[in-house]
């Protein structure tokens, strides 16, 4: 799942139009922000390994700390803490830890069972919809959808960086998930981590874009 977490995060702001929709891309996709760096640390591990599912050639050997469901847990324990002792707002808090957790219940759809119950243990889950790609882009397809159209009902443009860069980012993510199905498998793990930091630029972009939407009334 990659475009879906996204949508999460786009359909979030009409549950609270205070959070910023950079805030929600990174509350919705953090354990994907944080997994390259702990793959670079050697922390956790994946490998290359073409036909493991018909839609990623990607080998989830070992995630346990930002993907278990326990870590995941934790780890939207932490960011809706964080944001309610900077914020004190509760329902933000709530949200933004929601979304955290919503990602690992996205995965559940679409991984093969690989993804750990908690560290240390030997209970590993998926529902496996990576090895039905149609079935995956449709899924992915109506989040989006979905998501957008919530995030367009409760914003609205100030100018065209609003709108032109709304839409500008809706393409690239687009065309990042289809790449990524139907493109050659990647060389490396390696090469995975370094292109996995590039999604900090997804979170950026999208703080921008939301600088020059406000709420619609």
């Known amino acids: 799942m990659f475009i879906g977490h996204f949508a999460v995060g786009f359909g979030s702001k009409a549950i609270q139009p205070k959070l910023s929709l950079g805030t929600l891309f990174l509350a919705a996709q953090f354990v994907d922000l944080l997994w390259p760096l702990l793959l670079q640390l050697g922390l956790e591990t994946v490998h290359i390994d073409p036909g493991n599912t018909a839609t990623t050639p990607l080998d989830f050997v070992s995630y346990p700390i930002s993907h278990s ?78 998501g957008v159209t919530l995030y367009l009902r409760v914003t609205r443009s100030l100018d065209r960086v609003g709108s032109f860069g709304l839409y500008g980012l809706i393409a690239l993510l687009v065309f990042i998930n289809l790449g990524s199905i139907m493109g050659p498998p990647p060389p490396s793990a390696v090469a995975v981590a370094w292109v996995g930091h590039s999604q900090w630029l997804i979170v950026a972009w999208a703080f921008w874009i939301d600088r020059h939407r406000v709420a619609r009334r």
């Open 69 to 146: 469901l326990l870590g995941v847990c934790g780890w939207a324990v932490l960011l809706g803490g964080l944001h309610w002792s900077w914020k004190r707002n509760r329902k933000s808090a709530l949200v933004i830890g929601a979304l955290v957790i919503s990602h690992w219940l996205l995965d559940l759809l679409v991984h093969r069972p690989d993804l750990p119950l908690a560290p240390g243990t030997s209970l590993h889950f998926g529902l496996g919809l990576w090895n039905l790609p149609a079935v995956t882009i449709a899924v992915e397809a109506i989040l989006l959808i979905v």
